[in-house]
């Protein structure tokens, strides 16, 4: 069993950023992937990245690649999501997910546990 705390949401300026955090609690956190997922209103739950359960390859959306920055440490039981250079389509709600998966899996249903979402807000 994994739960999922997220934090570091808010409103920010476009061109400006953010840092995500999701503190995991479980002892098996290390044997997950871990992905971020965000949901705008009216639109489905989709992928921004994700990481294996070691610390190795990293994957993103189109969207975010270059902007984005997902890192996780085990010891800490914490995935982290560095945000730059914000635009206002990035105003969402984020996710932080737990998959048995790779963290290169982009599906909803492949991902087993789930945070309870922070709100991000860009402002142009």
């Known amino acids: 069993q994994v739960q999922l705390v997220e934090s570091g949401g808010g409103l920010v300026q476009a061109g400006g950023s953010l840092r995500l955090s999701c503190a995991a609690s479980?002892?098996?956190?290390?044997?997950?992937?871990m992905a971020w997922f965000r949901q705008a209103p009216g639109k489905e739950r989709e992928f921004m990245s994700g990481?294996?359960?070691?610390?190795?390859?990293?994957y993103y959306a189109d969207s975010v690649k270059g902007r984005f920055t997902i890192s996780r440490d085990n010891a800490k039981n914490m995935v982290y999501l560095q945000m730059n250079n914000l635009k206002s389509e990035d105003t969402a709600v984020y996710y932080c997910a737990a998959s048995r998966y790779s963290g290169s899996a982009k599906g909803v249903a492949k991902y087993d546990y789930w945070g309870q979402g922070t709100q991000v807000t860009v402002s142009s």
């Open positions: 990481i294996n359960w070691y610390v190795g390859p990293t």
């Open positions: 479980g002892r098996t956190f290390s044997s997950y992937s």
